[in-house]
Antibody
Framework: QLQLHESGPGLVKPSETLSLTCSVP??????????WAWVRQPPGKGLEWIGT??????AFYNESLKSRLTIYLDSSNQFSLRLDSVTAADTAVYYC????????????WGQGTMVTVSS | DTQMTQSPSTLSASVGDRVTITCRAS??????LAWYQQKPGKAPELLID???NLEDGVPSRFSGSASGTEFTLTISSLQADDVATYYC?????????FGGGTKVEIK
């Protein structure tokens, strides 16, 4: 059973870059069958898809974030998010998630990490 | 982009009641529709994908169905443990999208 673990700073200053990492112990992010994703949830609000990347396909990004966003597979068992020029609107719980096969939805999620953008 | 309109936004029902949550897609998503349950302070958990495929370990009182672009999550007999917010999710086309959520409470 896959497990996902997010890590990153809890506090980021406005205009700076947010970097988050999702570790996947015991699995390879280069596996053909996995689609890795980030989803966020502002306080008291619903879920917002950020972007998805797989080893064998292009990255797909939320159009509203595309100009500031990079999702990449940065080692055998982790993938990362980089969001530039953050504002208070980027304050949210950030989740990493995975689709573990064709036709599956996001069947495994990390526990989430709260990111606050504030000076 | 595919918009997912979920209703109601909140729902209050008694233990044992049959509960229905609806999600309407602005265009066809074929069978690529999922439902998640999110309890306060926790990550979402997949209940159902491909419209009606129940995830392992999910109680059989949960079920999903579709009629065209309208999708339904049904809880056949509401239990106290079902208090949560439920989200529909289309993963047919990028950008993938979520419904706005339905908060289920016990009356």
């Amino acid at each position: 059973q896959l497990q996902l673990h997010e890590s990153g700073p809890g506090l980021v200053k406005p205009s700076e870059t947010l970097s988050l990492t999702c570790s996947v112990p015991g699995a390879s992010v280069s596996s053909f069958h996995y689609w890795w994703a980030w989803v966020r949830q502002p306080p008291g609000k619903g879920l917002e898809w950020i972007g998805t990347r797989s080893y064998h396909d292009s990255a797909f990004y939320n159009e509203s974030l595309k100009s500031r966003l990079t999702i990449y597979l940065d080692s055998s068992n982790q993938f990362s998010l980089r969001l530039d020029s953050v504002t208070a609107a980027d304050t949210a719980v950030y989740y990493c998630a995975v689709r573990s096969g064709y036709g599956r939805a996001f069947d495994v999620w990390g526990q989430g990490t709260m990111v606050t953008v504030s000076s | 982009d595919t918009q997912m309109t979920q209703s109601p936004s909140t729902l209050s029902a008694s233990v044992g009641d049959r509960v229905t949550i609806t999600c309407r897609a602005s265009q066809s998503v074929d069978l690529w529709l999922a439902w998640y349950q999110q309890k306060p302070g926790k990550a979402p958990e997949l209940l159902i994908d491909q419209v009606s495929n129940l995830e392992d370990g999910v109680p059989s009182r949960f079920s999903g169905s579709a009629s065209g672009t309208e999708f339904t999550l049904t809880i056949s007999s509401l239990q106290a443990d079902d208090v949560a917010t439920y989200y529909c999710h289309q993963y047919s086309l990028y950008p993938i999208s979520f419904g706005g959520g339905t908060k289920v409470e016990i009356k």
